[in-house]
């Protein structure tokens, strides 16, 4: 069976390991854990758009490539080749098929044990990510790949191993032809009957219809290094772009006559990468060109290069590496800080994707400062300290930190003598610390005894004894920017240019803890080396595990975090693994206090849509849905459940899979559809574990219908009064009765009835909490609303559970699990319901008093357990190990102070006079904020399935 191991790393143990050679190699089997924004975190090298602008294919050094939908900017699809360290996996070059259907990938280093012996271009269905082909292996790394207009031919620029063409790539025996001139470009006219490319030395070579026809090659410029090309869209004209300088030149085809300089007197830097608009009446160009030293343009020239520049847009943080001209005129580009985006003919943005990734730049002296035991840092979100937050391990907090602590320090660099550490070479007492010249220092931390030091290069950590020796060295994988040690040198803290920030053990550079934030919304998580985790709300979908297949071209997985959640997430362990400074002693002492065992986790099953990716459209009730199942681990999977809008849908939704289906096989199932467009969701269970979740979007193209105003049956809990008289609380069943009050005010302006059902105080205890949330489920019907409301205490126990507790519940370690409404059962409850499902729980702490000081209700963990459950939107009154506050002044708890105080506003509804989820979440985050000065933060969770909808009207 495949499973998920804990220990010093994470391993895969349905393979034996199989010792590698030139006649027996497999893909490394060990899952790994990435970043997973839904985004690019790394340079995007390659970027491909299918000739009716609706696709656009991106590949990255981040070993993604993400298929996008145009104009929305809908992720469709990622696809991940097999993997390992270091490059091995990263995606050099991408190309789609003008149909659409296909996706070339190719990248620097393929196979791990010898990369010159094993170059491929693989071939993927874009319907739904299968491998379809390999082509190679040759002894070359490809650069540019290109598909001919008509889709039959593919050219891979390969350096200086030169041109290859396959002629029918797809077909049983596609033929490879070569050219002996070097190509680092290669790109077709709008017709297919030229081909050029360009060299290292900036020289132009134009082929025709048969490959070994060389139609002409230019001289190239003087000094120009790796020229980068544009056929002008009657390919009369080709613009060449170059990485060592700012030229850029227009060239007359067929002869390839220089005919015009562009006017680039403007930049000091490089406009290597080039497009012309679809009209041909622009250029387009961008690169290292910046403004005020970190904005990134794309300018643009009128007269099809010959009139004068105009910056188009802003632009990323990152160069430049990519663009396209769209077929309805503008652009698509892309940035070495993963950035992409659209722009239209008009310079307007049709869309943009920030890399969200922390900018870890110049993280140095007082710009990356710690607490003196390490635990917590201050850093910029942005270049330096800009935008300034700090994280603090022991309290699992971040927050903004406009300036830095008293208390906290920066690293010393000149208590030694250590010279050129910074971007050069560097010395000890003048001597060379390392063997090669070529790797160049990056940062510095000396310890306070002054004994040892710290270097980073572009690709590794070193520390060093005061003598100069190596005491060790490890790879990064990503270049270091800044590091720091505590006040007494036993942790070493480094800023990474991937946006981790990561603690070592400075003794031996064992790698602790890494973190990592988002910058748009500022979710975070921080995860040990074997993937135990803590989490803010929504946070544990930014990593996952890449698990590659058993052979090379076997499908590869990638399971988020948060469907490991029951093992993994472990805030327990992550606040102990800086005061062990060792991940197993840290594990083995949070599971010896929390008397729990660490088990294996067991990989999920895995359910694929096969779809057309520019979406589905329906012009009936009904809509056919192709669909695949595997299971990775060889278990069978037991259910199936379809969701049309993040609703579950019956009685297909909990249909059973007879156990001896054939997996791995196109499967078909009829799904109902609401007059609108929608979105279906799939999700697989091996019995209750879930899969990650697939969605595609369905346009509906039938007779629009309006239907009568929903119905709103909702369950709201209050408990002020308990047996147990310290968790008396003041307004708990107040907030429930102000609640019901409020949501009676929305009968006949956005609910046709509203139904509800109080249960305050000693009526609450979790029988009749059961039933009545048994009763709702058989209530609400696939058109309606159902909403549970619960306020009183919140009680985590010492395995990590949540457990909302009734009258009569007792915190008694041996009576907790029988007096007490377990989360589980609250979540399983919600889930299976119809209709659009809304959960608000105000839960206020109990304290201590289950055995342990964690005992604080974990209302982040509970929140996150709603975001897998697919059709529920759930409102948490506050977030990690947070109070939730009540007050005589305010006459009820903040949380629900604050959320009636929304509903009965006007002004919270927008123009619109409606308030949507999200509209919602804003306004209780503000609200709160204010009443608790900020101690108090109310947060929302939802599954990705479920989109933007609407829950009252305005007053």
């Keep these: 069976m495949r499973t998920l191991r804990s220990g010093l790393s994470v391993i895969l143990v349905l393979f034996a390991s199989l010792t590698a050679s030139a006649e027996v190699i497999q893909p490394r089997q060990e899952p790994q854990l990435r970043l997973e924004t839904e985004g690019h975190t790394a340079l995007v090298r390659g970027i491909s758009v299918t000739p009716d602008g609706k696709l656009l294919i991106t590949g990255s050094a981040d070993k993604t490539a993400r298929l996008w939908s145009l104009p929305t900017g809908r992720l469709v699809r990622v696809i991940r080749p097999p993997i390992g360290g270091g490059v091995f996996g990263q995606v050099d070059a991408v190309a789609i098929a003008p149909d659409g259907k296909t996706i070339a990938l190719a990248g620097d280093a393929r196979c791990e044990f010898d990369a010159a012996l094993c170059q491929f271009i693989d071939l993927y269905n874009s319907s739904d990510g299968t491998?379809?082909?390999?082509?190679?292996?040759?002894?070359?790394?490809?650069?540019?790949?290109?598909?001919?207009?008509?889709?039959?031919r593919l050219a891979a620029a390969a350096g200086k191993q030169g041109l290859f063409i396959w002629e029918n790539p797809l077909g049983e025996q596609p033929q490879l032809a070569t050219a002996a001139d070097a190509a680092y470009s290669a790109v077709f006219n709008s017709t297919g009957t030229q081909l050029a490319t360009g060299a290292a030395d900036g020289a132009v070579t134009l082929y025709g219809t048969n490959l070994s026809e060389r139609v002409r090659r230019s001289q190239g410029r003087s000094g120009a290094t790796f020229a980068k090309l544009a056929f002008s869209p009657d390919g009369g004209t080709l613009a060449v772009g170059y990485e060592s300088m700012s030229k850029i030149d227009l060239y007359r085809v067929p002869d390839l006559f220089r005919t015009h300089e562009v006017d680039?007197?403007?930049s000091h830097r490089d406009l290597t990468n080039v497009a012309f608009s679809a009209d041909g009446l622009f250029l387009y160009a961008g690169g290292n060109y910046d403004v005020a030293g970190y904005r990134h343009p794309v300018v643009r020239w009128t007269q099809a290069g010959r009139g004068a520049p105009?910056?188009?847009?802003?632009?990323?943080?990152?160069?430049?590496?990519?663009?396209?001209?769209?077929?309805?005129?503008?652009?698509?580009?892309?940035?070495?800080?993963?950035?992409?985006?659209?722009?239209?003919?008009?310079?307007?943005?049709?869309?943009?994707?920030?890399?969200?990734?922390?900018?870890?730049?110049?993280?140095?002296?007082?710009?990356?400062?710690?607490?003196?035991?390490?635990?917590?840092?201050?850093?910029?979100?942005?270049?330096?300290?800009?935008?300034?937050?700090?994280?603090?391990?022991?309290?699992?907090?971040?927050?903004?930190?406009?300036?830095?602590?008293?208390?906290?320090?920066?690293?010393?660099?000149?208590?030694?003598?250590?010279?050129?550490?910074?971007?050069g070479i560097p010395t000890l007492n003048g001597k060379k610390l390392l063997a090669s010249d070529r790797e160049h220092s990056r940062t510095l931390a000396i310890a306070p005894?002054?004994?040892?030091?710290?270097?980073?290069?572009?690709?590794?950590?070193?520390?060093?004894?005061?003598?100069?020796?190596?005491?060790?060295?490890?790879?990064?994988?990503?270049?270091?920017?800044?590091?720091?040690?505590?006040?007494?040198?036993?942790?070493?803290?480094?800023?990474?240019?991937?946006?981790?920030?990561?603690?070592?053990?400075?003794?031996?550079?064992?790698?602790?803890?890494?973190?990592?934030?988002?910058?748009?919304?500022?979710?975070?998580?921080a995860w040990t080396p074997s993937g135990y985790y803590a989490a803010s709300p929504g946070g544990e979908s930014l990593i996952g595990w890449h698990v590659n297949g058993k052979s090379w071209t076997a499908p590869t997985d990638f399971f988020p975090a948060a469907l490991f959640r029951e093992k993994f997430?472990?805030?327990?362990?992550?606040?102990?693994?800086?005061?062990?400074?060792?991940?197993?002693?840290?594990?083995?002492?949070?599971?010896?206090?929390a008397k729990r065992k660490d088990d294996d986790a067991t990989l999920p099953a895995v359910v694929e849509i096969m779809a057309d990716p520019r979406g589905l459209e329906a012009t009936g009730p009904e809509l056919s849905l192709k669909y695949r199942l595997r299971s990775p681990s060889g278990r069978p999977v037991t259910r199936l459940e379809l969701r049309v809008d993040g609703q579950l849908v019956q009685p297909r939704a909990m249909q059973e899979i007879d156990e001896t289906l054939t997996l791995d096989s196109d499967l078909t199932m009829t799904v109902p559809l609401p007059p609108r467009d929608a979105s279906i969701s799939l999700t697989a269970f091996i019995q209750d574990q879930p899969?990650?979740?697939?969605?595609?979007?369905?346009?509906?193209?039938?007779?629009?219908?309006?239907?009568?105003?929903?119905?709103?049956?909702?369950?709201?809990?209050?408990?002020?009064?308990?047996?147990?008289?310290?968790?008396?609380?003041?307004?708990?069943?107040?907030?429930a009765?102000?609640?019901?009050?409020?949501?009676?005010?929305?009968?006949?302006?956005?609910?046709?009835?509203?139904?509800?059902?109080?249960?305050?105080?000693?009526?609450?205890?979790?029988?009749?909490?059961?039933?009545?949330?048994?009763?709702?489920r058989k209530a609400v019907g696939p058109n309606d609303y159902a909403l549970v409301f619960m306020a009183g205490h919140g009680v985590t126990d010492a395995q990590g559970g949540f457990h909302f507790l009734p009258a009569n519940a007792s915190l008694a370690e041996d009576e907790l699990a029988a007096r007490s409404l377990d989360g589980i059962i609250i979540r399983n409850m919600l889930r299976t319901m119809q209709g659009k499902v809304l959960f608000f729980m105000d839960a206020c702490n109990a304290g201590n008093g289950v055995g342990n000081d964690q005992s604080l209700a974990d209302m982040t963990g509970f929140a996150n357990e709603f975001a897998l459950s697919n059709g529920v939107v759930m409102y948490a009154s506050s977030t990690?190990?947070?109070?939730?506050?009540?007050?005589?002044?305010?006459?009820?708890?903040?949380?629900?102070?604050?959320?009636i105080a929304t509903l009965d506003d006007a002004k919270a509804f927008g123009a619109d006079g409606r308030l949507s989820i999200f509209e919602l979440a804003e306004e209780l985050s503000t609200r709160v904020s204010d009443l608790t000065n900020g101690l108090q933060t109310p947060v929302m969770t939802k599954s990705a399935a479920i989109p933007v909808f609407y829950l009252a009207s305005a007053p």
């Design 264 to 266: 680039t007197s403007f």
């Design 449 to 525: 005894d002054h004994k040892r030091f710290y270097l980073s290069t572009i690709w590794s950590l070193y520390g060093f004894s005061d003598t100069g020796a190596v005491l060790w060295n490890h790879d990064t994988d990503s270049p270091v920017h800044g590091l720091n040690l505590s006040a007494d040198g036993t942790l070493l803290i480094a800023a990474v240019a991937d946006g981790t920030l990561r603690w070592y053990r400075a003794a031996t550079g064992e790698l602790l803890l890494s973190l990592f934030v988002y910058v748009p919304d500022r979710r975070w998580i």
């Design 310 to 423: 105009q910056q188009v847009m802003e632009g990323p943080n990152g160069a430049i590496t990519e663009l396209a001209g769209l077929p309805r005129g503008g652009f698509a580009f892309a940035s070495s800080d993963g950035s992409i985006g659209a722009y239209s003919a008009t310079n307007e943005p049709v869309f943009y994707r920030d890399a969200g990734v922390p900018n870890m730049s110049l993280k140095i002296s007082n710009l990356f400062v710690i607490a003196p035991d390490g635990k917590a840092v201050r850093f910029g979100l942005k270049f330096g300290d800009v935008d300034p937050v700090n994280f603090d391990a022991a309290s699992l907090l971040l927050k903004t930190q406009a300036t830095a602590p008293a208390d906290y320090i920066q690293a010393d660099t000149k208590s030694l003598d250590v010279g050129d550490w910074s971007n």
């Design 880 to 899: 990690g190990r947070q109070f939730s506050y009540e007050n005589a002044q305010w006459n009820n708890g903040a949380f629900t102070k604050s959320l």
């Design 691 to 735: 899969s990650a979740t697939v969605s595609v979007p369905v346009h509906w193209t039938g007779e629009t219908q309006s239907g009568p105003k929903p119905k709103l049956y909702a369950l709201l809990v209050g408990v002020s009064n308990y047996d147990e008289p310290q968790l008396k609380l003041n307004y708990a069943a107040k907030d």
């Design 569 to 593: 997430y472990r805030p327990d362990i992550v606040r102990l693994v800086l005061q062990t400074l060792d991940e197993a002693k840290a594990v083995s002492t949070a599971n010896e206090a």
């Design 131 to 152: 491998l379809r082909k390999r082509l190679g292996p040759f002894r070359a790394i490809v650069y540019e790949l290109a598909f001919s207009p008509d889709g039959n």
């Design 737 to 776: 009765m102000d609640m019901d009050a409020a949501l009676k005010r929305q009968k006949g302006r956005f609910f046709d009835d509203v139904q509800t059902v109080l249960l305050l105080d000693d009526k609450a205890d979790e029988d009749e909490i059961e039933i009545q949330l048994t009763r709702l």
